[in-house]
Nanobody, 115 residues
Framework: QVQLVESGGGLVQAGGSLRLSCAAS????????IYWYRQAPGKQRDLVAS???????NYADSVKGRFAISRENLKNTVYLQMGSLKPEDTAVYYC?????????WGQGTQVTVSS
């Protein structure tokens, strides 16, 4: 069983920064690709960034150059460092991993960027 817990969200002014954390239980964390998604009200859940077990990263075009994903396998934690935040970054942010065809999601953390 895998449990994911996000934290670090909050209210920030445009241009500010936040760091989100995703803490996981379960031994599969270190061998799994971890994904960050976000969902704004009334919109679909979109992929923001991902990091493989080897540290290879990928980003949505909308966040390239502003967000950075990283991981600490010994702590079973993945981070999403968000900078130069914009009001359109406002959303609930979720971390995710897929293993053996099962999608595991956290409860999400709210990020609100004021203009």
């Amino acid at each position: 069983q895998v449990q994911l817990v996000e934290s670090g969200g909050g209210l920030v002014q445009a241009g500010g920064s936040l760091r989100l954390s995703c803490a996981a239980s379960g031994s599969i964390f270190s061998i799994s690709t971890i994904y960050w998604y976000r969902q704004a009200p009334g919109k679909q859940r979109d992929l923001v960034a991902s990091i493989t077990s080897g540290g290879f990263t990928n980003y949505a075009d909308s966040v390239k150059g502003r967000f950075a994903i990283s991981r600490e396998n010994l702590k079973n934690t993945v981070y999403l460092q968000m900078g130069s935040l914009k009001p359109e970054d406002t959303a609930v942010y979720y971390c995710n991993l897929v293993r053996s065809g099962i999608n595991y999601w956290g409860q999400g953390t709210q990020v609100t960027v004021s203009s």
